[in-house]
């Protein structure tokens, strides 16, 4: 059974630091790109940051460039966003999510994923 598996989410201030996790199982990890994507109250979800199967890419939204990282550890079997000087406007339900295997670009198409967790809410106060 595929399962991807988002933590970390909280209510923090504007500021403040954010690391969430996306734990896999089910399928193999290895070969595919993993992205993150959100969704904020009243809008349409939104492709935040994708990493390559290998680690070898990675692209970030303009609005979170120079302040979210993502990575992972194929060996572990999970992937993280790193979110720092986290804003209001970053509020919203962030999923992980299987791209292509072997990608080298990245989709930014959330219903084009080949799986998908369920989520995790981030609330950031002003």
Known sequence: ?????????GLVQAGDSLRLSCAISGYNFNIY???WFRQAPGKEREFVAGISWNGGATEYAD???GRFTISRDNDKKTGWLQMNSLKPE???????????????QFSHDYNAMDYRGKGTLVTVSS
């Open 1 to 9: 059974q595929v399962q991807l598996v988002e933590s970390g989410g």
């Open 33 to 35: 790109g993993m992205s």
């Open 63 to 65: 609005s979170v460039k």
């Open 90 to 104: 970053d509020t919203g339900v962030y999923y992980c999510a299987a791209d292509r295997p072997f990608n080298t």
